[in-house]
Nanobody
Framework: QVQLDESGGGLVQAGGSLRLSCAAS????????MGWFRQAPGKEREFVAY????????YYTDSVKGRFTISRDNAKNTVYLQMNSLKPEDTAVYYC????????????????WGQGTQVTVSS
C-alpha cells in the first residue's frame, strides 16, 4: 500500500512558479513510478508528467514541456513538480499517482492516488 499526500498548491500570478510535493508513505514507494495529473473545472483529469521508479524516464504533456519539471527523492519518499512560467490555463487540481503503468498517460494504469492540491493562476 502507498498513501500519497500532495502539498504546495496555491494562488499565483501568471508567469510565477510553484513547486508541488507529493509525500508517500509505505515501503514500496521506491519501486513505483509516479505521475502527476490535473483536473480543471468542467474538464476531465489529464496527464501532466511521469517519472520512473529510479528517477529516469521523464514524460510530459506537450502543454507543459519546458515549463514543468518532475523529480523524485526516494530517500524522502517524495516526488516533486516544479512549475515555472505558469499560465491561467494551468489552473486545476493537481493529483499525484503511483503505480507501474504500462502506458504512462493513462490514469487507470496507476494504483494509488492522492487527494489533490489546488493550483490557481491569475491573469
Amino acid at each position: 500500500q502507498v498513501q500519497l499526500d500532495e502539498s504546495g498548491g496555491g494562488l499565483v500570478q501568471a508567469g510565477g512558479s510553484l513547486r508541488l510535493s507529493c509525500a508517500a508513505s509505505g515501503r514500496t514507494f521506491s519501486s513505483n513510478a509516479m505521475g502527476w495529473f490535473r483536473q480543471a473545472p468542467g474538464k476531465e483529469r489529464e496527464f501532466v508528467a511521469y517519472i520512473g521508479w529510479s528517477g529516469g524516464g521523464h514524460y510530459y504533456t506537450d502543454s507543459v514541456k519546458g515549463r514543468f519539471t518532475i523529480s523524485r527523492d526516494n530517500a524522502k519518499n517524495t516526488v516533486y513538480l516544479q512549475m515555472n512560467s505558469l499560465k491561467p490555463e494551468d489552473t486545476a487540481v493537481y493529483y499525484c499517482a503511483a503505480g507501474r503503468p504500462r502506458w504512462v498517460y493513462v490514469q487507470n494504469e496507476y494504483d494509488y492516488w492522492g487527494q489533490g492540491t489546488q493550483v490557481t493562476v491569475s491573469s
